[in-house]
């Protein structure tokens, strides 16, 4: 799997958009993006996935570069919740050797 | 849906014991991998299964073991442990075939050895 660097934390205020960069900057063509969070003690979540294109479901957008060499995951109204880990990894699908990074640090205050 | 449900969720071994790990991986899933998670280590693969079959295995020694039954339910067994073996345990399902690869994870087994 190509390496990923994440900043190690982030603040976000109640109710605003939470920009979370990621690098790959070796990912390959069949390599996809995918994003996780994790709350503590808790398993980690899936959030989205993408490949090329921008990908957007209920819980946030993932917006990919044209190069793929980076990508923002993007929650647009973040809450107290959204308070985790996000761990942002590359890999082929069928790949299941994960390993997560430190990923960042997401603190969301009121 | 139901989700991925890991049994038992937290429990305390001492050195020497075994110890096995039970997951039931979403409906129709048939693919489920394991992780161990430690502070220092990070999240690490130990293998993973399909159709009752291991496809893949990470480097963990061989007191680490792992099946899958016909109705893709899985179990993990830890044997002689170890200090070190003090950590959160994952279990994760997926389609694996046809899908596009999303990992769900189950809360996880949190395993302390004394």
């Known amino acids: 799997d190509a390496k990923t660097t994440q900043p190690p934390s982030m603040d976000c205020a109640e109710g605003r958009a939470a920009n979370l960069p990621c690098n790959h900057s070796?990912?390959?063509?069949?390599?996809?993006v995918y994003w996780y969070r994790q709350i503590h003690s808790q398993g980690p979540q899936y959030i989205i996935h993408?490949?090329?294109n921008n990908e957007t479901n209920e819980m946030a957008s993932l917006i990919i570069t044209e190069d793929r060499k980076s990508s923002t995951l993007i929650l647009p109204h973040a809450t107290l919740r959204d308070t985790a880990v996000y761990y942002c990894?590359?890999?082929?699908?069928?790949?299941?050797?994960?390993?997560f990074g430190a990923g960042t640090t997401v603190t969301v205050r009121a | 849906k139901a989700g991925v449900t890991q049994t038992p969720r937290y429990l305390i071994k001492t050195r020497g014991q075994q110890v096995t790990l039970s997951c039931s991986p979403i409906?129709?899933?048939?693919?489920v991998s394991w992780y161990q998670q430690t502070p220092g280590q990070g999240l690490q693969f130990l293998f993973e299964?399909?159709?009752?079959?291991?496809?893949n295995k990470g480097n963990f020694p061989g007191r680490f073991s792992g099946r899958q039954f016909s109705n893709s339910r899985s179990e993990m067994n830890v044997s002689t442990l170890e200090l070190g073996d003090s950590a959160l345990y994952l279990c994760?399902?997926?389609?694996?075939?046809?899908?596009?690869?999303?990992?769900?994870f189950g809360e996880g087994s949190r395993l302390t050895v004394l």
């Open positions: 994760a399902s997926s389609w694996r075939t046809g899908g596009t690869g999303e990992l769900f």
């Open positions: 070796t990912i390959s063509g069949n390599e996809y």
């Open positions: 993408g490949l090329k």
């Open positions: 990894i590359v890999r082929v699908k069928d790949d299941y050797k994960l390993s």
């Open positions: 409906s129709g899933h048939r693919s």
């Open positions: 299964y399909f159709s009752e079959t291991q496809r």
